[in-house]
C-alpha cells in the first residue's frame, strides 16, 4: 500500500511538471510583448558616412523621444546574415536594398539618409507608438525562419497515456495480488 502511494505522488508530479513548463514559456512573451517602444530596424554598413550620420541623429533625439523607439541594428557590409536578412527584408516589403542605411519603422521605409527623412521618420515613431503593440505590423517577424512549433499539446497526451497505462498496470497488478 506504501508503494501505492508513491506511485500516485510520481503520477500527479508527471502531471503537473509540464503544465509549470508551459505556464513559464506563455510568462516570458507576455514579458517580451510589454515594452511599448517602437522598433527601428536600422540596416547600416560600418564606415558607412550616411549610416554614421543617421546614427548621430538618433542619438540626438534620444533625450526627447528615446523612450518612444529602441534601435535594432544589423551591420550588413561585414556581417552575410545581416546582409541576407536586408534581402530577404526588402524582397518582402516588395522593395530593393540597394544601399544603406535601409531604416523600417512599421510599415514604412527609407533607403538612404538625408534631412528631409528627419520629420517623417520622428512622425513616424509617434504614429507607431500609438499603435497596440499587438498589433504593429514587424517585418522581421516575418521574415525570420520560424522557430519550430511547439509539440506541447503532444508531450502533454503521451504523458497522460504513459501514467494512465502505469496506473492500469499498478490497478491490475493489485487485483492480481487481492485474488
Avoid at 19 to 31: D, I, P, S, W, Y
Avoid at 78 to 92: G, T
Wanted: hydrophobic share 40%; with cysteine.
Amino acid at each position: 500500500m506504501k508503494n501505492l502511494k508513491y506511485l500516485f505522488l510520481l503520477v500527479i508530479a508527471l502531471l503537473v511538471l509540464p503544465l509549470a513548463v508551459f505556464a513559464e514559456g506563455e510568462e516570458e512573451k507576455t514579458t517580451e510583448s510589454e515594452s511599448k517602444e517602437v522598433k527601428i530596424y536600422f540596416f547600416r554598413g560600418q564606415g558607412c558616412s550616411h549610416c554614421a550620420e543617421a546614427e548621430e541623429w538618433f542619438k540626438s533625439i534620444e533625450e526627447e523621444y528615446g523612450k518612444y523607439f529602441k534601435i535594432v541594428d544589423y551591420e550588413v557590409w561585414y556581417d552575410e546574415d545581416n546582409s541576407e536578412l536586408m534581402e530577404r527584408v526588402a524582397d518582402k516589403r516588395g522593395e530593393t536594398a540597394e544601399g544603406v542605411p535601409y531604416i523600417i519603422i512599421g510599415n514604412k521605409s527609407w533607403s538612404g539618409f538625408t534631412d528631409d527623412y528627419k520629420e517623417e521618420i520622428l512622425a513616424q515613431i509617434k504614429s507607431e507608438f500609438e499603435i497596440n503593440v499587438a498589433d504593429r505590423y514587424d517585418i522581421i517577424k516575418l521574415v525570420e525562419v520560424p522557430e519550430k512549433e511547439s509539440n506541447d499539446v503532444l508531450a502533454l497526451v503521451i504523458i497522460l497515456a504513459v501514467t494512465g497505462g502505469i496506473g492500469y498496470g499498478v490497478y491490475k497488478a493489485r487485483k492480481k495480488v487481492n485474488e
